[in-house]
Each structure stands twice: as C-alpha cells, then as structure tokens.
C-alpha cells in the first residue's frame, strides 16, 4: 500500500517541492514519511515550515531510509551524487528521476540498482496540473509501477511510454513546453500594451484567450487547422495576422527551438 510507503526527495527545489506539495494534498502519504533532502540550509528550513515533512542534508540517510528515491536535481550534480550513494538503497527500492537528459543506464550504473524510472513532468506541477511522461526499467515491477504512476499522478496527468527516446522528446515538448508559452503570452502582452491598453488589461485579455483556447480544443476534440480556421475570416484581421506569422517563420523557428531543446536533452544525458 502506498500509505505505508516511505519517500525520500532528493533536492527540494522547484520541482522536488511541486512533487511534495502534490503528493501531500493528495494524502498518498502522512508527512512524515516523505524526506525531503537540501543542501540549501534556508530552503530545508522553509520546506519543514510548509509541509511539516522529515529534511536533512544527508542524502545517503534519506536514501538508505527511502523505499523510494527521487531525483530532482539539476543534472550537473548526478556524476558527483550517484557514486556516493551506491550501495545505499534497500533491496527493492524504486528510484524516480525527473532529471533532465539522464538516461536510465546511468542511474543503473552509477547506483548499481536495476529499479528506475526515468520521467519527465513540468512546472505546472506547482499546482497541480503538470504534464508527466515517464518510463521503467524492466526490473521495476508491476506494484513498483503503481506506486509510480500514483505518485506522477498527484501533481497533474501521467502518460506511461515504453521507449525511453520518448523521454528526451517529451522532455523539449511538454517539459520546456511551458516556457515557449509564457514567452509567447508576454510578447502578446506587450503588444497589447504597445497598442495602448493597460497592462492589467493586455494580461487578462491574453491569459484568458489562452485558457479558453486550450478548453476549446480540448472540448470540441476538432482538429487545431479547423479552429484555426473558425476565427478566419475572409479578407479579414486574423488572416492579415497569420499571413504576417507565416512570413516571420513562426512555425519553423518553433520546430527548430523544439529540436534544439530535443539535442540540448541528449546532450544533458552524455555529460555535456
Ligand atoms: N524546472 C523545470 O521546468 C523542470 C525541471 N526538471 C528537472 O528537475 C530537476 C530539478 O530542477 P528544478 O527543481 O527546476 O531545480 P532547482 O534548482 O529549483 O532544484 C534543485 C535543488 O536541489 C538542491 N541540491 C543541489 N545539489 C544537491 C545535493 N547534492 N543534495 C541535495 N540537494 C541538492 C538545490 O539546492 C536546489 O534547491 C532538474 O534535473 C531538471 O532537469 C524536470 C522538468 C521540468
Ligand atoms: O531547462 C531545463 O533543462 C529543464 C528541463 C525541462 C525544463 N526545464
């Protein structure tokens, strides 16, 4: 039972305390059994004050508690981490990365412990509405899944993948996806401020456009070219703007910041 299960996160930044936040509202398990590793001395301080959870700068004594460890540290600090902590984790273990680029040979390497899932979720996390892509080794078992999927799970929505490439693919898509959208939903602010509203009002108008977008398409199920095309009239505003995006190369640069996210991830995984 997941209730019993207790959980070690090693590095409580950005995403670790998303993971904890979602795991606690959730009540998969009480606080105490989550274990919340920092080596920030502030940030341990603030974490215990917010969640009432277990934390300390011992990663081996967090692991070495932990039926399951995640990893939520930057990817820099794993060729230093992992060797430390081998030999550290019980017998049956489940090691959950979210690091980004890391493939799963590496933690099985440098942990010597064939139990990992590799996942990939995103910052909407914070509140609940993440996006997570995840994968398992073989010997990861059936329950081991569960606990997995339930713990993804409790911080938005998971989709299991049985090919690892998908994770640096999902890793430039929804993981950095987030960005690409907050850069664009600034630049449409600051053109609705360069028209002359006010920047309260330029926000509003362009956050709920996005938010009743998505909805549209996730409601009306039609293909994006059909809603596109819903608010295209002819000879009218929106196709003097979508001739302008075109000749700008909105969709290539688009892919091509994909790609490079894409390549970024894998490179991430070779230590680079
Ligand atoms: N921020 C994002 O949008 C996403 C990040 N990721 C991945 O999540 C991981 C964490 O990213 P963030 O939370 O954004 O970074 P962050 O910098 O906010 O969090 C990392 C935390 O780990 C702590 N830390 C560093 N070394 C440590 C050690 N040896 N032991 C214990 N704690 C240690 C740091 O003090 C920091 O608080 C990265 O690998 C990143 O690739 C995955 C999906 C989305
Ligand atoms: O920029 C990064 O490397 C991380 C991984 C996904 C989102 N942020």
Request: proline letters at 4%; zero cysteines.
């Amino acid at each position: 039972m997941i209730r019993d299960l207790r959980i070690a996160v090693i590095g409580a930044g950005i995403m670790g305390e998303a993971m904890i936040s979602g795991m606690l509202r959730h009540e998969l398990v009480p606080p105490e059994q989550i274990m919340a590793t920092e080596l920030r001395a502030d940030r341990r301080d603030e974490i215990a004050a917010r969640y009432g959870v277990q934390v300390t700068d011992d990663n081996v004594a967090a692991v070495h508690w932990g039926q399951v460890a995640v990893f939520a540290v930057k990817p820099q600090t794993l060729p230093k981490l992992l060797p430390e902590l081998r030999g550290t984790l019980n017998d049956g273990e489940l090691v959950i990365s979210i690091v980004a680029g890391a493939p799963i040979r590496h933690f099985a390497e440098l942990l010597q412990h064939p139990q990992i899932v590799r996942s990939m979720p995103n910052t909407p996390a914070q509140i609940g509405e993440g996006m997570t892509v995840w994968t398992a080794a073989d010997a990861v078992t059936e329950e081991q899944r569960g606990w997995a999927r339930t713990i993804l799970e409790s911080f938005g929505q998971e989709q299991y993948v049985d090919d690892e490439n998908y994770l640096d693919m999902a890793t430039a898509l929804s993981g950095t996806g987030p960005a690409y959208f907050f850069l664009l939903m600034e630049a449409m602010v600051d053109a609705g401020v360069h028209l002359g509203f006010p920047r309260y009002m330029a926000q509003k108008l362009v956050l709920e456009t996005m938010q009743g977008s998505v909805l549209y398409a996730q409601k009306s199920g039609k293909h994006l070219a059909e809603l596109k095309n819903g608010v295209t009239s002819p000879g009218g505003t929106t196709a003097a703007a979508l001739y302008e995006l075109e000749r700008g190369g909105l969709r290539t640069v688009l892919t091509d910041a994909i790609w490079a996210a894409y390549r970024r991830s894998a490179e991430l995984g070779k230590g680079k």
